[in-house]
């Protein structure tokens, strides 16, 4: 098991010892490397372990095992392109080693080669029926998602934020974490650049941070490890960890427990250790994070205490602000909806945005560790939204905490960055930044005739901005000559966009645009002199007359430039396929068929109930699991929304629930936003075509 309680610190020491082993080692008959692989392996000392196994492999190259067990122990210490190497000659000979394609597939998603990990998860889930099966099948396709979702994340950086990496005065080639700025330009860290875990602080400098200090109130604190340092509001109390090691680094055997020090003028108290409820007998309290609200302070931390969900989970307790120092509250898991069957750690709760900050790898990341934000307090939450890249990559990504402006912050990352940052075998300090330049969101689509479905010429199209009182201001307006429109609008607001042309209804969405990107939206409009068209129950309106009149600004509102789409910019005039009546709703009685589409990356034999349509449409699938039921309780929420399918991978044990169906990608699209609220934060658009599932949409 990986150390997590101690941000693997056997990295530290892993690393030290594997350049004595090279530089010890080069003359060494295979056999001894291997004989001192095993060793070093049983000790845990897994950079060792690693290098004496490529090393007899090197020497013994038809012996795979060497390769492969070397490759495992590179995976463990994350040094993910040694590790990437070693699987992809393993991977050939699946027979004899079926489980070297899914840590090759691992490996991949590491270095960010998501398309490609995408491809060997497949191929690992279509043939592996070895120990397990059923387990590492259904985690083969939950990381071969998460490496679709990496990869749209990927591409949607974030352009507003930038990363900057500490400079050698913090980061090390060992260990360097648990940032906290404070103070004017301040910055307290922990550190094993010397053997043991230490608090430092630092200051900013014109160009560089200050060398770094070991603070007064530690410096007597010898033989443990002292890190992950917090402070609270008022900067009147710091909150830390005191680890000590017991056995062989590798395993939990190292306890973390939480101690508090008091601001006493310019100096601080005597460290003394929180009570016993927090700091439990054989189990590691760690990562604490501080904040006050409603006249408490809550202490969130990190635990593998009994009574969670798994691994290590965040905790909470509270104590009064006008109590005693340690009249805290018996502890409490901060529940389902955070917490997972594996590891979440650092939390930080930001009071302005009431949300807390937190790294998972239980939920779909990036690579390992990622970065979620989750609105709520204490064991009332929302549910967990990845914050995507730049702050989260194919590395682990975590103790993310802000500055006191909000303008940026820092986060700890294993990646490699630039020329500055070269492996991925030890965690650096990193700085984020956010621009205040307003991002511009993209809008576009095609305007057709609801009966023949074909483009509409010289249509009006409006935008109106949505306030936060539900009145709407216009934005743009417009008249698009071919029925094809373009509209650039700021990021990351609530908008209603109307189509109209005379003699025909209007039509309209409403829709929340991200912080960048761009969006696809199809109007349809009914022709009111058509004689198969009923005359509408509601007077016609024009844009002008929709939107809630206002009081004109003090200042003028600035309005973007109509642009007619440039051909790159043109969409596909070949409309979706019309809107048909809603199927009725099978149930687990129905008639059920096998078949296997024939997308290569689709291509699983499927068993299902659902109906059949021709030409093109959609399905939201929802959630996979291993255990369906139509009277699962978490589809309670959507039960009644849409008829729910579901497609069983046959011999998988894995079954996939869907929403179905949708003829028009854009109302596809609208309803995944409600799906995704309802607690399937993962769910997804599934493109369908005569009656195949196709692939997944990218959005």
Same mark, same amino acid.
């Given at each position: 098991?990986?150390?997590?309680?101690?941000?693997?610190?056997?990295?530290?020491?892993?690393?030290?010892?594997?350049?004595?082993?090279?530089?010890?080692?080069?003359?060494?008959?295979?056999?001894?490397?291997?004989?001192?692989?095993?060793?070093?392996?049983?000790?845990? #000392?897994?950079?060792?372990?690693?290098?004496?196994?490529?090393?007899?492999?090197?020497?013994?190259?038809?012996?795979?095992?060497?390769?492969?067990?070397?490759?495992?122990?590179?995976?463990?210490?994350?040094?993910?392109?040694?590790?990437?190497?070693?699987?992809?000659?393993?991977?050939?000979?699946?027979?004899?080693?079926?489980?070297?394609?899914?840590?090759?597939?691992?490996?991949?998603?590491?270095?960010?080669?998501?398309?490609?990990?995408?491809?060997?998860?497949?191929?690992?889930?279509?043939?592996?029926?070895?120990?397990?099966?059923?387990?590492?099948?259904?985690?083969?396709?939950?990381?071969?998602?998460?490496?679709?979702?990496?990869?749209?994340?990927?591409?949607?950086?974030?352009?507003?934020?930038?990363?900057?990496?500490?400079?050698?005065?913090?980061?090390?080639?060992?260990?360097?974490?648990?940032?906290?700025?404070?103070?004017?330009?301040?910055?307290?860290?922990?550190?094993?650049?010397?053997?043991?875990?230490?608090?430092?602080?630092?200051?900013?400098?014109?160009?560089?941070?200050?060398?770094?200090?070991?603070?007064?109130?530690?410096?007597?604190?010898?033989?443990?490890?002292?890190?992950?340092?917090?402070?609270?509001?008022?900067?009147?109390?710091?909150?830390?960890?005191?680890?000590?090691?017991?056995?062989?680094?590798?395993?939990?055997?190292?306890?973390?427990?939480?101690?508090?020090?008091?601001?006493?003028?310019?100096?601080?108290?005597?460290?003394?250790?929180? &009570?016993?409820?927090?700091?439990?007998?054989?189990?590691?309290?760690?990562?604490?994070?501080?904040?006050?609200?409603?006249?408490?302070?809550?202490?969130?931390?990190?635990?593998?205490?009994?009574?969670? #969900?798994?691994?290590?989970?965040?905790?909470?307790?509270?104590?009064?602000?006008?109590?005693?120092?340690?009249?805290?509250?018996?502890?409490?898991?901060?529940?389902?909806?955070?917490?997972?069957?594996?590891?979440?750690?650092?939390?930080?709760?930001?009071?302005?945005?009431?949300?807390?900050?937190?790294?998972?790898?239980?939920?779909?990341?990036?690579?390992?560790?990622?970065?979620?934000?989750?609105?709520?307090?204490?064991?009332?939450?929302?549910?967990?939204?990845?914050?995507?890249?730049?702050?989260?990559?194919?590395?682990?990504?975590?103790?993310?905490?802000?500055?006191?402006?909000?303008?940026?912050?820092?986060?700890?990352?294993?990646?490699?960055?630039?020329?500055?940052?070269?492996?991925?075998?030890?965690?650096?300090?990193?700085?984020?930044?956010?621009?205040?330049?307003?991002?511009?969101?993209?809008?576009?689509?095609?305007?057709?005739?609801?009966?023949?479905?074909? &483009?509409?010429?010289?249509?009006?199209?409006?935008?109106?901005?949505?306030?936060?009182? #539900?009145?709407?201001?216009?934005?743009?307006?417009?008249?698009?000559?071919?029925?094809?429109?373009?509209?650039?609008? &700021?990021?990351?607001?609530?908008?209603?966009?109307?189509?109209?042309?005379?003699?025909?209804?209007?039509?309209?969405?409403?829709?929340?645009?991200?912080?960048?990107?761009?969006?696809?939206?199809?109007?349809?409009?009914?022709?009111?002199?058509?004689?198969?068209?009923?005359?509408?129950?509601?007077?016609?309106?024009?844009?002008?007359?929709?939107?809630?009149?206002?009081?004109?600004?003090?200042?003028?509102?600035?309005?973007?430039?109509?642009?007619?789409?440039?051909?790159?910019?043109?969409?596909?005039?070949?409309?979706?396929?019309?809107?048909?009546?809603?199927?009725?709703?099978?149930?687990?009685?129905?008639?059920?068929?096998?078949?296997? &589409?024939?997308?290569?990356?689709?291509?699983?034999?499927?068993?299902?109930?659902?109906?059949?349509?021709?030409?093109?449409?959609?399905?939201?699938?929802?959630?996979?699991?291993?255990?369906?039921?139509?009277?699962?309780?978490?589809?309670?929420?959507?039960?009644?929304?849409?008829?729910?399918?579901?497609?069983?991978?046959?011999?998988?044990?894995?079954?996939?629930?869907?929403?179905?169906?949708?003829?028009?990608?854009?109302?596809?699209?609208?309803?995944?936003?409600?799906?995704?609220?309802?607690?399937?934060?993962?769910?997804?658009?599934?493109?369908?075509?005569?009656?195949?599932?196709?692939?997944?949409?990218?959005?």
């Amino acid at each position: 098991m990986r150390k997590f309680t101690m941000l693997l610190l056997l990295v530290t020491f892993g690393i030290f010892n594997f350049l004595v082993a090279q530089e010890n080692s080069q003359d060494w008959k295979w056999k001894k490397h291997v004989k001192e692989a095993e060793e070093y392996q049983a000790k845990s #000392q897994y950079a060792d372990a690693a290098y004496h196994y490529s090393q007899a492999w090197n020497k013994k190259p038809k012996k795979l095992q060497y390769a492969f067990d070397a490759g495992k122990n590179y995976l463990i210490i994350k040094d993910y392109r040694r590790a990437e190497a070693l699987f992809e000659q393993v991977s050939k000979q699946f027979k004899k080693f079926p489980k070297a394609q899914f840590y090759y597939a691992k490996s991949l998603k590491h270095n960010e080669k998501y398309q490609e990990a995408i491809r060997e998860f497949k191929q690992f889930s279509d043939r592996y029926t070895g120990e397990n099966a059923a387990a590492m099948v259904s985690e083969a396709l939950q990381e071969m998602e998460a490496s679709h979702n990496a990869s749209e994340f990927k591409a949607g950086t974030d352009a507003s934020v930038r990363i900057t990496h500490l400079d050698k005065a913090v980061n090390t080639k060992q260990v360097d974490f648990s940032p906290v700025p404070y103070g004017n330009d301040e910055l307290l860290f922990s550190s094993t650049q010397q053997d043991y875990a230490k608090i430092f602080t630092t200051k900013r400098g014109l160009r560089e941070w200050k060398s770094p200090d070991v603070p007064a109130q530690f410096a007597d604190l010898e033989g443990s490890h002292v890190c992950n340092p917090t402070l609270s509001p008022d900067e009147k109390r710091m909150y830390f960890t005191i680890c000590k090691s017991v056995e062989n680094w590798g395993e939990l055997t190292t306890r973390c427990e939480i101690y508090m020090t008091k601001r006493n003028g310019n100096l601080w108290t005597a460290p003394e250790r929180l &009570p016993d409820k927090i700091n439990q007998a054989d189990v590691t309290s760690t990562q604490p994070s501080v904040v006050h609200m409603d006249g408490k302070e809550i202490l969130y931390f990190a635990s593998n205490r009994a009574g969670g #969900q798994g691994g290590m989970d965040i905790w909470y307790t509270t104590r009064s602000l006008d109590g005693k120092d340690f009249a805290f509250s018996a502890p409490k898991n901060a529940g389902a909806k955070i917490n997972t069957q594996r590891n979440e750690l650092t939390p930080y709760y930001n009071v302005g945005e009431k949300a807390l900050y937190f790294s998972s790898n239980g939920h779909m990341t990036m690579g390992g560790l990622d970065i979620f934000k989750v609105e709520g307090s204490q064991s009332n939450w929302a549910f967990p939204v990845n914050i995507g890249s730049p702050y989260n990559s194919g590395a682990d990504d975590y103790f993310y905490i802000q500055n006191r402006y909000g303008d940026g912050g820092f986060f700890v990352s294993n990646r490699t960055f630039q020329h500055k940052k070269e492996t991925t075998t030890d965690e650096d300090i990193f700085e984020f930044r956010i621009s205040q330049k307003k991002q511009e969101y993209v809008i576009k689509g095609i305007i057709y005739d609801q009966e023949d479905s074909i &483009p509409l010429s010289n249509v009006e199209v409006s935008i109106f901005e949505i306030l936060g009182d #539900q009145r709407e201001r216009i934005v743009q307006s417009g008249v698009f000559e071919t029925g094809s429109y373009l509209l650039r609008v &700021p990021a990351d607001k609530e908008y209603k966009l109307v189509a109209h042309k005379d003699g025909y209804q209007p039509d309209t969405r409403t829709f929340k645009t991200g912080v960048s990107g761009r969006q696809t939206e199809y109007l349809y409009l009914i022709n009111l002199n058509s004689s198969s068209t009923p005359p509408p129950s509601f007077p016609v309106t024009k844009p002008d007359e929709i939107f809630t009149p206002m009081p004109e600004p003090s200042t003028p509102i600035e309005t973007p430039v109509v642009e007619q789409p440039t051909d790159s910019e043109t969409i596909t005039t070949t409309p979706p396929t019309k809107i048909e009546p809603k199927p009725e709703r099978p149930t687990e009685s129905s008639l059920e068929y096998v078949y296997t &589409p024939s997308a290569p990356l689709e291509a699983f034999q499927l068993r299902t109930n659902a109906p059949r349509h021709t030409g093109v449409y959609y399905k939201i699938q929802i959630i996979a699991l291993a255990d369906f039921s139509f009277n699962d309780p978490r589809f309670q929420p959507i039960q009644d929304w849409m008829r729910l399918d579901y497609e069983t991978i046959v011999d998988k044990n894995v079954t996939r629930a869907l929403l179905a169906d949708f003829f028009n990608l854009s109302e596809a699209k609208k309803m995944l936003g409600k799906v995704r609220k309802e607690g399937f934060p993962t769910a997804f658009v599934v493109k369908y075509e005569d009656g195949e599932r196709v692939e997944r949409v990218r959005m």
